[in-house]
């Protein structure tokens, strides 16, 4: 049944109506305690504070029924229970299920059989490959599979891109202080020879395991790569097939199991920037943090999902997210958003979001492949605080441009260890850092002198957790996979497929025969070789 997109539903028009009156939250009795105290919403161990986004109740109820009329809940669970969601109506595209959910759909005391409907299959598959991997590393932490000299394996380096690259590294360096002693993990995806290279320099390659991750099985980089870490295995004097692993779509060109110590899969219907949840995420986390790690963070993951089926956004988080967000986009027209963790360990986060939110909703026609006539995906972007603070946050106070920020903190630091510097721990600084962020680019500050003035009303969420944690890093991934979902059915656009990314895959390849002399290049492309200093 074809579906409204936002522009046809009666909440846009309310919506718009209420623009004019949005609060302002410069005005010093707007952000008072009560409307603190009840623009919160909790769930999952994560509260979502935003009495500093410029909505009131009128405001909010509008953005249920847009929910409401989007059936967007409802989709959500079309989606998890396996209904092919990845298409476009009348035209030639993946036409495929959106799968990621069931790859943490494998907990016995979390589990709902009444919506898994045609998504059971996966499951299945989900719970044989991670019993797979667990055999494989008791494999290997029992010595029973180890290197020629038998020592068991300390490293294991993953090569892959995009998809397969951004999730895991950001999720491994979250978890980090969870890791195991004695394996770590590393990451290599650029095609720029200086990344393997960095990366294979500070390791022994005999005590090193290698992860080569493709769907396809056929990314230009990731192939690469493969080639010049196996041929340094070579010289080394090392058997690539005895050190090299796989995760690959089933039937792709990387699907040769003889190639590899172990072959695991992953399947068509996991989008590559959903893909953490699968063995995209599980060969490289189980390995460098611990099996019983990855199924923390697939259970927060779980945890997150089943709130995305609440129909009531105060009880939905990541629904209240996405509409505070198309509220922000559509609305208020503002073009961009930053994530902006006051965690270290969230280093790479924003960029894994960036795909994830850009790559998802970065697109300008809708599910029957009309034109829609209104701001999609908003341009995402982010670093954690405080180093943002001594950087980008001048732009983010004072430019003609709003940005809308996303501030994610947690009560406890992960490691513990702090000092009391001038009466105060280092963990409370930040956290006072996060909070005055907050309030002051909602309040601004008036001045006499221009330079010093901060227009304020720029709207900002603060979602605050206990602590960052396997299962809580699950949470707040699946929190925004979910949210960013939320946005692509309430837009009506698909969030699923990646057309500016295939783009990418073949368009170097003109010009590198040209460069490599197999094919004569147009004449753009060889003037451009030559004016770049290549010829
Ligand atoms: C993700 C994207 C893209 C993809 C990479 C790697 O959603 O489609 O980033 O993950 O291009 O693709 P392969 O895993 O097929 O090598």
């Known amino acids: 049944m074809p579906r409204p997109s936002l522009h046809e539903t009666a909440a846009f028009a309310k919506l718009q109506s209420l623009v004019a009156s949005a609060p302002d939250l410069r005005q010093p009795e707007t952000l008072n305690a009560g409307r603190i105290a009840a623009m919160k919403s909790s769930a999952v161990g994560f509260d979502l504070l935003f009495a500093t986004q410029r909505v009131d109740n009128q405001i909010l109820g509008a953005l249920q029924s847009l929910a409401d009329e989007t059936e967007a809940v409802a989709q959500m669970r079309q989606i998890m229970a396996g209904e092919v969601m990845n298409r476009i109506e009348g035209f030639d595209c993946e036409n495929r299920q959106v799968m990621h959910h069931a790859m943490r759909n494998v907990f016995a005391d979390l589990a709902r059989p009444e919506l898994d409907g045609e998504s059971e299959p996966l499951i299945a598959a989900a719970r044989e490959e991670l019993a797979r991997l667990e055999a494989f590393l008791e494999a290997l932490d029992s010595g029973k599979i180890t290197n020629a000299k038998g020592e068991t394996f300390t490293d294991m380096v993953n090569i892959g891109i995009g998809g397969s690259d951004l999730g895991p590294k950001a999720i491994y360096l979250a978890l980090k202080a969870y890791a195991p002693a004695g394996h770590r993990a590393h990451f290599v995806s650029n095609v720029d020879p200086d990344d393997a290279n960095e990366v294979l320099a500070g390791l022994d390659l005999s005590r090193t395991l ?27 004097g090392l058997d690539p097939a005895k050190h090299f692993v796989c995760v690959t779509g089933k039937g792709s060109p990387m699907d040769n199991p003889a190639k590899y110590l172990r072959a695991f899969y992953m399947y068509d219907s996991i989008g590559g920037r959903y893909s953490v949840s699968s063995m995209v995420g599980g060969v490289i986390l189980g390995f460098g943090l611990g099996l019983d790690n990855f199924r923390q963070f697939l259970r927060g993951m779980r945890k997150m999902d089943l709130n995305a089926l609440e129909t009531d956004s105060r009880r939905n988080l990541s629904l209240l997210a996405a509409l505070l967000g198309i509220w922000n986009r559509d609305f208020l027209a503002i073009p961009t958003l930053a994530v902006l963790p006051y965690s270290q360990a969230l280093s790479r986060f924003a960029a894994h979001l960036q795909q994830c939110d850009m790559e998802s909703n970065g697109k300008r026609i809708d599910r029957r492949g009309r034109a829609v006539p209104f701001a999609t995906g908003p341009i995402v972007w982010g670093e954690p605080g405080t180093n943002g603070q001594h950087a980008f946050y001048q732009l983010i106070h004072q430019s003609e441009t709003v940005v809308a920020c996303d501030f994610i903190g947690f009560r406890e630091s992960q490691r513990g260890a702090d000092l009391q510097v001038k009466g105060s721990s280092s963990q409370e600084k930040l956290l006072a850092n996060l909070l005055a962020q907050s309030l002051a680019l909602a309040s601004g500050k008036s001045s006499d002198n221009p ?5 304020g009303n720029r709207p900002n969420s603060l979602l605050i957790g206990r602590q960052l944690t396997p299962e809580s890093m699950g949470t707040l991934l699946a929190f925004y996979e979910n949210k960013i979902s939320f946005q692509g059915l309430i837009w009506n656009i698909n969030s699923f497929d990646q057309e500016g990314v295939q783009l990418g895959k073949v368009l170097a390849n003109e010009i590198l025969d040209a460069l490599t002399g197999k094919a004569a290049a147009n004449p753009a492309t060889a003037a451009l070789i030559e004016a770049a200093g290549l010829k």
């Open 451 to 455: 330079n010093k003035q901060f227009p």
């Open 210 to 236: 290698v992860n080569v991750v493709s769907k396809s099985g056929s990314t230009l980089e990731t192939l690469t790569n493969e080639e010049l870490v196996a041929s340094r295995f070579r010289q080394a």
